[in-house]
């Protein structure tokens, strides 16, 4: 079931997937309208279900995590198994990622680590649980770049599109404080300063100033809404795609990136060349990009498949 909502809506959706802590006055000057109206604008929308909630985009590669992805393949299932395997995942403090699959895969979880030693006692521990349940898997180190949602409206302007990139890179220097606020903003990214302040005992400044660095740092990517986009009619689509010519991989990358549906590319080793992930409202409308994709590029691309997401069970960037 889809719900219809007004291109200011849409409009305002987008803004706040960009960065869900402007203020209503910011919000109102962008899209000409009074605080009061688009203050009842997102109360609507929440309401609605539209907007689940609000979390910050997290680098927990800068403060020494990596990332690993697993793909199950199950055997042996009934519903009370598998509502069994995904609370297991889901309660897993350092998951970040977990949703049912249909296609190729039946579930994904993606995971923070500070050590492969860590990785493998967690996947041990997965398989003295489960492994009677699970007919194969796939485990790749993982990588991810995130865009904006400018398929939502059509006021939004490609050649200015975001992009977060999220990839190991110098280690910061994060002291506990930091790691507390990150955790209280982590998926309650509109909480104020005064908030956090009073929760952790430090001052409305010392907050604002640790957020500052938090961002300068690059710790903190930025801060969005989480949208149900199943309500606005739009399936989530993974699409892996092998190439036969791996010299024309930045250039298909870069067509990929610039189609309005992409919102992340992966980056893995040990699945495909390429990864993207798509909000189209069916898969008519995902295959007719991949078409244009196929005859763009020529002979250049080898075989693609592709999953759709069922249902997302957790997400959340920073680890526990």
Not at 87 to 105: D, M, P, Q
Not at 212 to 227: E, H, M, P, S, T
Not at 230 to 239: A, E, I
Not at 277 to 292: T, V
Request: overall charge positive.
């Amino acid at each position: 079931m889809s719900i219809d909502i007004s291109e200011k809506d849409k409009e305002l959706l987008y803004e706040l997937s960009i960065n869900c802590r402007q203020s209503l006055g910011e919000l109102a000057k962008k899209l000409k309208s009074k605080k009061t109206v688009i203050a009842y604008r997102i109360k609507r929308l929440e309401n609605l279900g539209i907007i689940k909630g609000y979390y910050t985009l997290v680098d927990s590669f800068l403060i020494g995590y990596d990332s690993y992805r697993i793909y199950f393949n199950f055997q042996n299932m009934n519903p009370g198994i598998e509502k069994e395997i995904v609370s297991f995942f889901v309660r897993e403090k350092n998951t970040y990622f977990i949703a049912s699959l249909e296609g190729r895969f039946d579930l994904v979880v993606c995971r923070w680590t500070r050590n492969v030693e860590e990785f493998y006692l967690f996947f041990m521990e997965i398989m003295r649980k489960y492994r009677s349940y699970i007919m194969s898997y796939v485990v790749t180190p993982y990588q991810y770049a995130m865009f904006g949602n400018e398929y939502l409206t059509k006021k939004a302007k490609l050649e200015n599109r975001i992009e977060w990139k999220f990839s190991p890179g110098k280690i910061v220097n994060a002291d506990k404080m930091d790691l507390a606020i990150l955790q209280e903003i982590s998926y309650n990214a509109k909480t104020t300063i005064v908030e956090i302040g009073n929760k952790l005992n430090i001052t409305p400044n010392a907050i604002k100033y640790r957020i500052k660095n938090l961002k300068n740092l690059g710790v903190i990517r930025g801060f969005k809404a989480d949208i149900n986009f199943s309500l606005l009619g739009y399936d989530w689509f993974k699409v892996d795609i092998n190439l036969n010519d791996y010299n024309e991989y930045e250039k298909i990358l870069n067509f990929i990136k610039l189609n309005l549906n992409t919102f992340v590319i992966d980056r893995s080793i040990g699945l495909a060349d390429i990864e993207a992930e798509f909000h189209y409202k069916n898969g008519e409308e995902l295959r007719n990009f991949l078409n244009e994709l196929i005859s763009k590029f020529p002979g250049s691309i080898k075989n693609y498949n592709y999953i759709a997401m069922r249902k997302v069970y957790k997400m959340d960037f920073f680890p526990k």
